[in-house]
């Protein structure tokens, strides 16, 4: 089933640790996207890729870094976990960065720092 | 301000009724609308896209665009339970990268 998948899918992890969130989708989407949901606060852009060797930075992207390789993979990584980084964290993908073009979301991955 | 803002909820209509959900945003060069549904616990997922003035109607629901008013609404017509959800108003400028900008959402919940 075409998709994109996220994984763990969720996660506690002590303060200090290094913690890599993984993300796949096999759509052949050129753009992908992290986000982070909190109570209150909506989704909020870590980082996002428009091609496959390109990343940019999103709204609040400190702490976070990201890479792509290749079209398919964009893993999020903590190098330092942090309480504050505890929320539900949301991989998406679209066909392309631009135009009118939808985000498609994975499962989540439900991440607690403690 | 925030960028996208929306009612601030929760909103609770009865089972028939029309609930209608409103979105403003500031940045006037914004092109492309999106409502995402998102059910507890669950991922966003896209139920209408709008990208021209005007009213777009799909099945049950009718997306609204004024952009001369920076306004974007979803009315849901004969409410449903299963429409209890939080819904999400995104909004892109296409040429900052794609980025969208999301709103905090809406919680709806439709009573039987």
């Known amino acids: 089933i075409a998709g994109i998948t996220q994984a763990p899918t969720s996660q506690i992890l002590a303060a200090g640790r290094r913690m890599t969130l993984r993300c796949t989708q096999d759509?052949?989407?050129?753009?992908m996207y992290w986000y982070r949901q909190d109570l209150g606060l909506g989704l909020r852009l870590i980082h996002y890729s428009n091609t496959a060797g390109t990343t940019g930075k999103g709204e609040v992207p400190d702490g976070y870094s990201v890479s792509r390789a290749n079209t398919d993979d964009f893993p999020l990584t903590l190098a330092s976990a942090v309480p504050s980084q505890t929320s539900v964290y949301f991989c998406?993908?679209?066909?392309?960065?631009?135009?009118?073009?939808?985000?498609?979301f994975g499962q989540g991955t439900r991440l607690t720092v403690v | 301000q925030k960028e996208v803002e929306q009612n601030s909820g929760p909103l609770s209509v009865p089972e028939g009724a029309i609930a209608s959900l409103n979105c403003t945003y500031s940045?006037?060069?914004?092109?492309?609308f999106f409502w995402y549904r998102q059910y507890s616990g669950k991922s966003p997922e896209l139920i209408m896209s709008?990208?021209?003035?005007g009213d777009k109607e799909d099945g049950r629901f009718t997306a609204q665009l004024n952009k001369a008013s920076q306004y974007v609404s979803l009315l849901i017509r004969d409410s449903q339970p299963s429409d209890s959800a939080t819904y999400l108003c995104a909004v892109r400028v296409n040429t900052n990268a794609g980025k969208s900008t999301f709103g905090d959402g809406t919680t709806l919940t439709v009573k039987p």
């Open positions: 940045d006037r060069v914004s092109q492309s």
């Open positions: 759509m052949r989407h050129n753009a």
């Open positions: 998406a993908s679209s066909l392309q960065p631009d135009g009118n073009t939808e985000a498609f």
């Open positions: 709008i990208y021209s003035n």
